[in-house]
């Protein structure tokens, strides 16, 4: 069966402080990306990931992938309040097109 | 610079009527997907397309149909709504052969309430 799963479902974290959401998938991926999604908003890309030791950053958020564990992260450094969204990862596997398996998000929301 | 176009952000609909949800994408895509998001449920595939006239059931597609007549639109249709359908819903596209950085391009989203 192709699965995502991600963890933790919630997060509530205060500034400054460092955290990391994780995403597990059940075989072998082509792509996977990660979104931020706003309350009320749509997806937005924030980064994708090709292949087995890729690390991609922007600001405060890093993630990076590991194939051979089927484990993406999303590390965040020193939150701030801007910072407070769904986050999800999403998979593409071999041999089923474009289609996108999309992890449960990470609701984060970060503390003053 | 809007890319894939939604054409409600909210609707309200009586159980049973049909309900038509437009998606239209101006960045020449192949492949254009529906999905639901519920909280703690994520994001579920009802319907995809390959390219015009071809359509994919996906994870969840009992109670919807779809249309693609022409390349840019994607139409999903409530055949005869239900509370159970009331929900956010996401239309995306993306290039056959995934030009672009970005995997999916979302519209804005459809916050649609049955009543």
């Known amino acids: 069966e192709l699965k995502v799963e991600q963890n933790p479902l919630f997060l509530s974290m205060q500034e400054g402080k460092n955290y990391t959401i994780y995403c597990n998938y059940s075989?072998?991926?082509?792509?996977l990306y990660w979104y931020r999604q706003d309350p009320g908003k749509s997806l937005e890309s924030l980064f994708v990931?090709?292949?087995?030791?890729a690390v991609k950053q922007e600001g405060r958020l890093m993630a990076s992938l590991d194939t051979k564990a089927r484990l993406s992260t999303l590390h965040i450094t020193a939150a701030v309040h801007d910072l407070s969204a769904t986050y999800f990862c999403?998979?593409?596997?071999?041999?089923?097109?474009?289609?996108?398996?999309f992890g449960t998000g990470t609701s984060l929301t970060v503390i003053p | 610079d809007v890319k894939v176009t939604q054409s409600s952000r909210y609707l309200v609909k009586r159980t049973g009527e049909k309900v038509f949800l437009e998606c239209v994408q101006d960045?020449?895509?192949?492949?254009m997907f529906w999905y639901r998001q519920d909280p703690g449920l994520g994001l579920r595939l009802i319907y995809f397309?390959?390219?015009?006239?071809?359509?994919e059931k996906g994870d969840i597609p009992e109670g919807y149909s779809v249309s693609r007549e022409k390349k840019e639109r994607f139409s999903l249709i409530l055949e005869s709504a239900s509370t159970n359908q009331t929900s956010m819903y996401l239309c995306?596209?993306?290039?056959?052969?995934?030009?672009?950085?970005?995997?999916?391009?979302f519209g804005s989203g459809t916050r649609l309430t049955v009543v």
């Open positions: 999403a998979v593409t596997f071999p041999n089923t097109g474009n289609q996108f398996y």
């Open positions: 075989t072998t991926s082509d792509r």
């Open positions: 990931l090709l292949s087995n030791g």
């Open positions: 960045m020449d895509h192949e492949n």
């Open positions: 397309s390959y390219d015009v006239k071809m359509k």
């Open positions: 995306a596209s993306i290039s056959r052969d995934r030009v672009g950085p970005g995997g999916y391009t």
